[in-house]
Structure formats: structure tokens, C-alpha cells
């Protein structure tokens, strides 16, 4: 009769849960069904011999089952919710002690009591998040009726506090590698980024004339005309042919000198002398030799807000 009075107080301040907070707590550690980890097995370890038990686990508590984060003496890894002393024990204001489940009204047709592996004691410590979110326990298990001591109360009391400890790291890991890794991620953006803007910045290109190939300065390119399969790129001094689409070339050219004014043409901002209607008159070639007439190039309708919006209106 002693057993069941200890359980029936225990029971009686068991602390009220929400439900869904705690589940929320639970799976921010990300710890449910992952490989053992030596540190907790170790914990689990120190608890069986402290408190002189063949059984010992981390166990955890989910919507439907206790799940053992590490185990001693215990082959199954994890059991029905309904089964779990665990789950009274997680909302105990202390050590939760069953000295004997086989005296206990609760307990004493608990399959894990009245089969494998055959449990008639139990003390389980609370495992806490700092909101003070019950996860599960550390706790030790007996075959036979027993007694903890106050010392190995105060033991399992500061190993489940070093569980929590231990989880909280893992967690802190976890969050820094997502961070890391997004980190990771935004450089990686940063630097594609990078990369385009110099591709599209350069102040050079090289076509194909002729089984050669020649460089021209995008400052000295004037417009850029398609014809068929072909284009054009005009120049200040001459005019170079490469097979290619308008496309392809747009890619090319540096985006902040250059704007794409009609399916046919790419111009150079800088050589825009007017504007008028639907064309741009683009400064001509002027040396000591010769002079050139400014070149007249249509804009399309589609285009033209386009390359306004790229000027500097006054």
C-alpha cells in the first residue's frame, strides 16, 4: 500500500501541459529517431550505476510513443505512448518514483510490468527545455522493488540536468550549421551575382573574322543591327559581321552602357545625341581624315519606356 499512495501524491501534482507547445519544444531539437550519440549513452550509463539499476534510458516523449534516445539494458527502442511511465513521470515537479508497479492501480497491468522487460521499479527524472517544456526523462529501471536514496535522487536530478545541457548544445549545432549553411548560400548568390555583373561589365569583346579573332572595346561600339542570321556590330571606325541572334550578343555587352531599343538594334547610351518620335540619332564618327553623318535608328513601341526610363530626363 505504500507504493500506491507515493504514486497517487505524485500523481496529484503532476503539472498541466499544453500539448502542442510541447510537441513544438520536442521537435526543435530535431532529435527524434537519430543515431546514438556517445555522450548520451554515457549519461544513461551513469544513471544505471548510480542508482544500481540493469536498466536505464533517455527517453522522449512524442505524440504517440516514448522513443529512447539512449538505452541500457533495454533492447526495444521505443514503445507506445500509453505504455510510458515516462509520460507521468515528464510532468512531475521532481524525481517521479514507482517502487513497486506491480502495487500500483495505474501500473500493474502495464504490458512493460506484466511482460519483457518485466519493470517493477522505476524513478524517472524530468527533462525540462529552459521554457520549462517537459520532453521526457532520464530515468532507471529495476526487475525487482526498491528504493532510490537522496543521494541518487540529487544524482538523477543533476544527470538529467546535464541531458538537457547536452541537448540544448545539439540543438545550438544544428541551428548554426542551418545558418552556416545559408550563409553559404547567400555568398554563393553573391558571387554568381558578382560574376554576371563583371561578365556583363567588360569593357571588351572578341569576334570572329576571317579565321581570327579580334577584340573590340565596348566604348568604341556604336550600335549593334540584326540581319537575319547575322549581326552587325557598328563601330566607330568600321563594321564587324558574326553569325549569332541579337540575344546571344545582349548577354554580352556591358547592361549599364548598353540598351536593347528594337527587336533589330542595341544601342550605346552614350552615343544617343536625340531623341525624336520613334528614333535615336546617335552620334557620328568625327577624326582628322573624314566626318560621318549621325546614324538614325528606329525605337520600337515596346522599347521605348524601356529607354527613357534609363535617361536622364530633366
Known amino acids: 500500500m505504500k507504493s500506491s499512495k507515493r504514486t497517487t501524491q505524485a500523481d496529484a501534482s503532476l503539472r498541466q501541459v499544453n500539448e502542442p507547445e510541447r510537441l513544438e519544444a520536442l521537435h526543435s531539437y530535431q532529435v527524434l529517431d537519430t543515431d546514438p550519440e556517445q555522450v548520451f549513452n554515457d549519461l544513461a550509463q551513469l544513471s544505471a550505476f548510480i542508482c544500481g539499476t540493469p536498466m536505464s534510458l533517455v527517453s522522449l516523449i512524442d505524440d504517440e510513443r516514448q522513443w529512447f534516445k539512449a538505452r541500457v539494458g533495454m533492447e526495444m527502442k521505443e514503445t ?54 517537459p520532453l521526457g526523462t532520464l530515468c532507471a529501471l529495476d526487475t525487482v522493488p526498491r528504493e532510490l536514496t537522496g543521494d541518487q535522487r540529487e544524482a538523477l536530478r543533476i544527470l538529467a540536468r546535464q541531458v538537457m545541457a547536452h541537448l540544448e548544445l545539439r540543438r545550438v549545432r544544428i541551428q548554426l550549421e542551418d545558418e552556416r549553411q545559408k550563409l553559404e548560400g547567400v555568398l554563393r548568390m553573391a558571387n554568381n551575382t558578382g560574376d554576371a555583373l563583371y561578365a556583363n561589365n567588360r569593357a571588351e569583346i572578341f569576334v570572329k573574322q576571317d579565321q581570327r579573332l579580334v577584340r573590340i572595346a565596348t566604348a568604341d561600339l556604336q550600335y549593334v543591327e540584326a540581319l537575319g542570321d547575322y549581326v552587325n556590330l557598328h563601330t566607330t571606325r568600321e563594321r564587324f559581321t558574326v553569325y549569332g541572334t541579337m540575344k546571344d550578343l545582349e548577354t554580352k555587352l556591358p547592361v549599364r552602357d548598353f540598351a536593347r531599343v528594337h527587336r533589330k538594334y542595341i544601342v550605346r547610351l552614350d552615343r544617343i545625341m536625340t531623341i525624336e518620335a520613334d528614333s535615336a540619332l546617335l552620334d557620328g564618327v568625327r577624326d582628322t581624315i573624314s566626318s560621318r553623318a549621325p546614324v538614325r535608328v528606329p525605337i520600337g513601341n515596346s522599347y521605348k519606356a524601356g529607354l527613357l526610363g534609363r535617361l536622364n530626363l530633366v
Open 80 to 133: 507506445p505512448r500509453e505504455h510510458a511511465f515516462c509520460q507521468y513521470a515528464m510532468r512531475a515537479d521532481d524525481i517521479y518514483e514507482v517502487p513497486d508497479a506491480t502495487l500500483d492501480a495505474r501500473f500493474a497491468q502495464n504490458p512493460l510490468v506484466t511482460g519483457n522487460p518485466n519493470i517493477r521499479f522505476y524513478a524517472g527524472a524530468p527533462l525540462l527545455s529552459p521554457e520549462g517544456q
